[in-house]
């Protein structure tokens, strides 16, 4: 199994602004996953980041949008640029050892 | 491509009484993974059951049980003696043991309340 964490686990935020959010993980991982979840809707893939390596982001979402960085393999950032209400979900990262593992997610309100 | 389906958006069950919850996937795959998450109020997706697509035998953790029909595509969650905490969304998720982590397809989940 693993343990992730995420920083900031909320955050209220003005509308054109930008919110970077954190993920640790207690172990070393090839893969890391970005998941956004609308409110009252089920789980979204936004993109997978590779250390060393461009993240490959799902259809619909765009680097410019949603720039990731992985620096190391127990670590990632995803950042929701200029953003806008519509923007408001909770976010999670998780790990994939043959089950998917989460983080407890951050839950971000735009207004 | 996969897709998952969930047709019970909402469920109850009294506590200590017995629910399953109804899990459809489509896909052209003889071997894959299927879940089931739980996901209560605190937002924290919990791993509740795993089954491994090539094994026959209904995988159970304590009170949770799956009926796996493979030829069907079904994959029903049963939560015996049900308890207040059992109250959350619940997600089945199907996982392709091809295309790692990218083919990890979630259901729209379904919510089930426990009344005392």
């Known amino acids: 199994s693993a343990v992730i964490s995420q920083k900031p686990s909320r955050d209220i935020c003005q509308r054109g602004t930008s919110l970077t959010i954190q993920c640790q993980v207690d172990?070393?991982?090839?893969?890391m996953f970005w998941y956004r979840q609308q409110p009252g809707q089920s789980l979204t893939l936004i993109a997978t980041a590779n250390q060393g390596s461009e993240a490959t982001y799902e259809s619909g979402f765009v680097i410019d949008k949603f720039p990731i960085s992985r620096p190391n393999l127990t670590f990632s950032t995803l950042t929701v640029s200029n953003m806008s209400p519509e923007d408001s979900s909770i976010y999670l990262c998780?790990?994939?050892?043959?089950?998917?593992?989460f983080g407890p997610g951050t839950r971000l309100t735009v207004l | 491509a996969q897709t998952v389906t969930q047709s019970q958006p909402e469920m109850s069950v009294q506590e200590a009484e017995t629910v399953t919850l109804s899990c459809t996937y489509d896909t052209s795959e003889s071997d894959y993974y299927l879940f089931w998450y739980k996901q209560p109020p605190s937002r924290q997706m919990i791993l509740v059951i795993r089954q491994e697509a090539y094994k026959q035998q209904n995988a159970t953790e304590n009170r949770f049980s799956v009926n796996f029909q493979k030829a069907a595509k079904s994959f029903s969650l049963k939560i015996s003696d049900s308890q207040l905490g059992d109250a959350a969304m619940y997600f089945c998720?199907?996982?392709?043991?091809?295309?790692?982590?990218?083919?990890?397809?979630f259901g729209p989940g379904t919510r089930l309340s426990v009344l005392p």
């Open positions: 172990s070393q991982v090839t893969m």
């Open positions: 998720a199907y996982r392709s043991v091809y295309n790692y982590g990218q083919n990890f397809v």
């Open positions: 998780s790990v994939d050892l043959d089950t998917q593992y």
